[in-house]
């Protein structure tokens, strides 16, 4: 079992920063990628940016050249630095981690942080 613990939410004017952090712990043997997804009201969770192991990163269109993500290995740690940010931001932001196991990949979720952005 495995355990995401998320933090940093919270609300913030437009053009202001935001920093999400996720700590995992529990069984993990090796991490594959964390990332961090988001679901406003009545939309569909969607990807916002994802981290290798080795440090690739991709991101949604919609945030590219504002959001930025980075992990901590040794802690097991992903940031999501967050800045110019705009209402349409606004949404419930959710960790994510994937490992490899013998047996396939495991798939685990953080039970969210609300972000809202509003003047």
């Known amino acids: 079992q495995v355990q995401l613990v998320e933090s940093g939410g919270g609300l913030v004017q437009p053009g202001g920063s935001l920093r999400l952090s996720c700590a995992a712990s529990?069984?993990?043997?090796?991490?594959?990628?964390m990332g961090w997804y988001r679901q406003a009201p009545g939309k569909q969770r969607e990807l916002v940016a994802v981290?290798?192991?080795?440090?690739?990163?991709n991101y949604a269109d919609s945030v590219k050249g504002r959001f930025t993500i980075s992990r901590d290995n040794a802690k097991n740690t992903v940031y999501l630095q967050m800045n110019s940010l705009e209402p349409e931001d606004t949404a419930v932001y959710y960790c994510?981690?994937?490992?490899?196991?013998?047996?396939?990949?495991?798939?685990?979720w953080g039970q969210g942080t609300q972000v809202t952005v509003s003047s």
């Open positions: 529990g069984s993990i043997f090796s991490i594959n990628a």
């Open positions: 994510n981690l994937r490992q490899e196991r013998q047996w396939g990949f495991q798939i685990s």
């Open positions: 981290i290798t192991s080795s440090g690739s990163a």
